[in-house]
């Protein structure tokens, strides 16, 4: 079992930064994968970032060139570096992680306000 915790949601305005990080219960080396993933209000969940345990990484189109995702294996912690920031960003962002199973945080308030 896995514990993720995410913190570093907020309220800022249009071009600001935001850094997401999500804490694990254990160690994150056997995780295959480890991703962001998105929701608003009526719509499906949508993947933002992920990283494999080589440290490649794979980014929707609408986030490319602005967000970065990283993960720190010595501090179990998954982070994403948010930089100009849209207003069309704002959702609640998830922390991901799997292996055999997946593992979901429980979520935190991203909001952009033009």
């Known amino acids: 079992q896995m514990q993720l915790v995410e913190s570093g949601g907020g309220s800022v305005q249009a071009g600001g930064s935001l850094r997401l990080s999500c804490a694990a219960s254990r160690s994150i080396f056997s995780m295959l994968f480890m991703g962001w993933y998105r929701q608003t209000p009526g719509k499906q969940r949508e993947l933002v970032a992920i990283?494999?345990?080589?440290?490649?990484?794979n980014y929707a189109d609408s986030v490319k060139g602005r967000f970065t995702i990283y993960r720190d294996n010595t501090k179990n912690t998954l982070y994403m570096q948010m930089n100009s920031l849209k207003p069309e960003d704002t959702a609640v962002y998830y922390c991901n992680a799997h292996s055999l199973i997946a593992y979901w945080g429980q979520g935190t308030q991203v909001t952009v306000s033009s």
């Open positions: 990283i494999n345990r080589d440290g490649n990484t």
